[in-house]
């Protein structure tokens, strides 16, 4: 696992990392949030319990509402050798969110997601 310094060196050791080896990019999470089995009820969490559309399938939400789920995949990532994570913002955006009536939520989904992959770091 790749140990990044202070931001304005990240890149620099990114490509000298990368220089020297192949690095590994973690998996697949939305097969890993698969083997969760989430009802309905396990997407909304408390906050959207009463919301007033179907949330099931939106994985980008679990950021908010299972967070600790969400960096333990991470983190089983990175214990099995990843080098580098992406974040569950795959569909953080307010087009994909507007499907489920949460397009005002995307800057947050965002953030979130990115807070939680570098926890897991």
């Known amino acids: 696992m790749i140990s990044l310094p202070a931001r304005t060196d990240a890149r ?3 490509e000298a990392a990368a220089r020297d080896r192949i690095l590994v990019l973690d998996g697949a999470m939305g097969t890993m949030i698969q083997q969760l089995k989430l009802d309905e ?7 959207f319990r009463d919301w007033s559309r179907d949330v ?3 994985n980008d939400l679990l950021v908010l509402t299972l967070p600790d789920a969400i960096r333990s995949i991470h983190l089983q990532y990175f214990l099995a050798g990843a080098d580098i994570c992406e974040t569950n913002t795959f569909s953080s955006t ?4 507007a499907d ?3 397009e005002a939520l995307a800057y947050e ?7 939680l992959a570098r926890e897991a770091a």
């Open 12 to 14: 620099a050791a990114l």
């Open 41 to 47: 009820a396990g997407y909304r969490g408390e906050r």
């Open 94 to 97: 307010s087009i994909v969110q």
């Open 109 to 115: 989904l965002n953030v979130a997601g990115a807070k």
């Open 100 to 102: 489920y009536g949460m």
């Open 56 to 58: 099931r399938g939106n």
